[in-house]
């Protein structure tokens, strides 16, 4: 089967409304909790199939993959400084799906001692060889980490992606400083329709977005693992990249990414005014262990 059902993971109740349906998948939203979730989704199987990618993959260590590495990189730094803010001294940090290593990068650079986890062989292989910097493939548990080892843990558009969060969260808990600091971004439930417009989807490739999150069921979700929540705010979304990418104005994706470092004054601006009614596109949660 590469289709699995799932109750609500955050309430247990399979008590749900259909929002969007995309066969054999749909987004549902839980009339108990209001979380969205896709069920069907796909199998954990399949799911690991799609993130494992080609192993064979040639990647050139010295060209940006994506285009986006100056993007990455500011933004990046922004989050690194308010994690440097809440964790005055500096120790070991997990950064969980670090992709292309863009913020382990970073981190090691302002003197972090730094570690990934990233199912994507590819992606691995290239933040190892260009950062330099301790990378497991594979899933969290598999990694089986000392308890209490890491001081800061992050997970920047990735929760949503996975299957069980609950069983993540719980190893993330243990191998938590009991001082240590919790990191989530993820897309929020704003995003579900503008994400999925346009795209077809279907067995061979199926929404990998598994959940949509908001402040609250983020929320519940961590305390309900024991956590408590110290800092959580919404982002807007300019969507300046996308746009041209929608409108085949590539001219205008190589303006932004090479005069970003004056335009993110602007994108901060606009994103301020998104705050202020209530538009923000994605969510970020800081968070620590309750004290016992």
């Known amino acids: ?169 719980l190893e993330i808990k243990r191998i938590l400083k009991e001082d240590g600091l919790l990191v989530i971004e993820v897309p929020s439930t704003r995003r579900l329709k503008d994400d999925i417009s346009g795209k077809k989807f279907d067995i061979n490739n199926p929404p990998q977005h598994l959940f949509y999150y908001n402040i609250s069921t983020l929320s519940s979700l961590l305390e309900k693992i024991g956590f408590h929540i110290i800092k959580a705010k919404g982002i807007g979304n300019t969507k300046i990249l996308k746009m041209a990418e929608a409108h085949k104005a590539g001219f205008l994706k190589i303006f932004v990414i090479k005069h970003f470092r004056y335009l993110r004054h602007v994108k901060k601006i606009l994103q301020s005014f998104k705050a202020i009614l209530r538009m923000q596109e994605n969510i970020i949660i800081y968070a620590k262990l309750k004290v016992q």
């Not at 399949?46 to 060209?63: A, E, M, T, V, W």
């Not at 994507?120 to 209490?148: C, D, M, N, S, W």
């Open 1 to 169: 089967m590469n289709v699995e059902f799932s109750n609500c993971i955050l309430c247990g109740k399979d008590n749900t409304e259909e929002i969007i349906s995309l066969p054999p998948f749909c987004y549902v939203r839980c009339r108990n909790c209001d979380l969205v979730y896709l069920n069907p989704r796909p199998s954990q199987g399949l799911l690991n199939k799609i993130y494992q990618g080609d192993k064979f993959h040639s990647i050139d260590f010295h060209k940006d993959p994506t285009g986006e590495e100056k993007l990455y990189f500011f933004r990046f730094s922004d989050r690194l400084k308010v994690i440097n803010r809440l964790k005055k001294r500096k120790g070991k940090i997990l950064d969980i799906g670090s992709s292309w290593g863009y913020f382990l990068g970073l981190a090691k650079e302002d003197g972090w001692d730094v570690y990934g986890v990233e199912p994507t062989i590819a992606e691995a292989k290239y933040a190892q060889e260009r950062f330099k910097v301790k990378i497991f493939t594979g899933r969290l548990r598999e990694a089986q980490f000392p308890a209490q080892y890491f001081d800061v843990v992050s997970l920047w558009h990735v929760l949503e992606h996975i299957p069980d969060p609950i069983i993540e969260l």
